[in-house]
């Protein structure tokens, strides 16, 4: 292809319209060209791989006379202790495939390019890429073919691996970020992942949402369990968080977990834990026949919109009578969560609308999984713990999620501001 000049009058400057005119042309020019000469527009030699080479040597060329002082074939380069001395080819991969561009480079050999530095065999935006099929449960060999398919590029399950590594370093200093001294409300639920440590096994990753005083939704963390989900393991994730500046939180939402109440009253004496009322349910079906859960979740709906304790401690004994013989462990698992279960009845309905269930995680979770189980199992814990944070760090790319939540948590939050008036305000200063 031959280059291509558009004249300007000395001493202008072009009007944006006539530019954007005049780049529309240019545009239409090359791909009437592509068409007539049988170019295709993709693919491997197509216009814009040609395009893509086109640009890159004449994004180096002019790097290196930047570096050298004059242009090629200046007389003023003569004698001056460094000159161009030929070029070399390199195969790097971009965003449109393989492309094969020509670094020039000096006699000294002083000359390092910016844009395609030596050693460079990808450029940056193949690396986003790699990272945005990796968040969305592709395995490494997946990638690959991937890349091999759409773009021609060969690129090994190494490099890819390679590639993704280098979030470790962005997933340390997310997990060490300084937080908000106050959040109306943490969201803690917990994922299952397959992870190999000699065999096969299922392993806990909890996660830790926070609403923020300005109705954002914020992941403060990710932890790997091992089993010892008990008063200790918790007190060392929120000491974690609480070392990294979260001093009050006024509602903690969690399924139940064991010792989980006993650390946060260690931690922050004064939060309220809530069980998760969808959870409560689900948990009661396990304990009855499928025949019977229509029935047993008709009869439990009077108890958790009861409009008071003592109105719900009535209705839960009229439930008592009418199904404690034929599923005692239902009427077990509800007495044993009373206590955690039964705060969120005392505030208002727009506090109860959104911490009556862990609805609001489980949408980030339902991601999380999707990425997790296409992965099937994992061969440590820090591939799990990487694949989990990547799925988290692709939540919501167009930013139109956030939008919605921060309305749906304005009136919420108005009432968390009465309900506990004094303790929110600090995070706004």
């Avoid at 003569?78 to 020039?104: I, M, Q």
């Avoid at 932890?223 to 974690?240: I, N, R």
Wanted: aromatic share 6%.
């Amino acid at each position: 292809m031959s280059d291509t000049t558009i004249e300007q009058i000395p001493g202008s400057e072009p009007a944006a319209g006539a530019v954007a005119a005049s780049d529309e042309q240019l545009v239409a020019m090359l791909v009437d060209r592509a068409r007539s000469e049988g170019l295709q527009l993709t693919g491997e030699g197509g216009l814009l791989q040609q395009l893509t080479k086109r640009v890159l040597e004449s994004a180096l060329e002019g790097e290196i006379t930047d570096h050298l002082g004059y242009e090629k074939h200046d007389a003023e380069g003569r004698g001056s202790g460094n000159s161009r001395n030929g070029t070399r080819a390199k195969t790097v991969l971009t965003d449109v495939g393989p492309v094969e561009v020509k670094v020039p480079r000096d006699v000294a050999g002083t000359f390092e390019p910016a844009i395609v530095k030596k050693r460079q065999r990808r450029l940056s935006g193949v690396d986003e890429m790699v990272l945005s099929l990796s968040a969305k449960g592709l395995t490494h060999g997946e990638i690959s073919a991937h890349l091999a398919e759409v773009y021609g590029a060969s690129v090994s399950k190494a490099t890819i691996s390679t590639i993704t590594d280098k979030v470790m370093d962005g997933m340390a200093e997310w997990s060490n970020r300084p937080l908000d001294r106050v959040y109306p409300v943490l969201f803690v639920d917990a994922i299952n992942v397959k992870i190999r440590d000699g065999q096969v096994a299922n392993r806990p990753v909890y996660v830790v949402m926070a609403v923020t005083a300005e109705g954002h939704r914020d992941i403060l963390g990710i932890w790997a369990g091992d089993g010892g989900e008990g008063a200790k393991y918790w007190l060392s994730v929120f000491t974690d968080l609480k070392n990294r500046g979260v001093e009050d939180v006024l509602m903690l939402v969690c399924d139940g977990l064991k010792g989980l109440p006993e650390a946060v009253e260690t931690v922050w004496p004064r939060t309220i834990v809530q069980t998760c009322v969808v959870h409560l349910l689900r948990n009661s079906f396990r304990h009855a026949a499928r025949q019977d859960w229509d029935k047993i979740a008709k009869a439990l709906r009077p108890v958790y919109t009861a409009p008071n304790e003592a109105a719900a401690t009535e209705r839960f004994g009229e439930f008592q009578e009418s199904w404690g013989k034929k599923y005692p462990a239902v009427i077990r698992l509800w007495e044993n969560a009373w206590a955690e279960f039964v705060p969120f009845l005392s505030f208002d309905v727009e506090i109860r609308k959104v911490i009556c269930s862990t609805n609001a995680i489980e949408s980030v979770n339902a991601r999380i999984r999707k990425a997790v189980r296409a992965r099937g199992h994992f061969p440590n814990e820090a591939a799990a713990m990487k694949c989990v944070y990547m799925a988290l760090m692709s939540l919501d790319p167009t930013g139109k999620g956030r939008k919605r939540w921060t309305m749906r948590w304005k009136a919420p939050l108005n009432a968390f501001q009465i309900a506990f008036e004094g303790r929110l305000t600090p995070a706004a200063n």
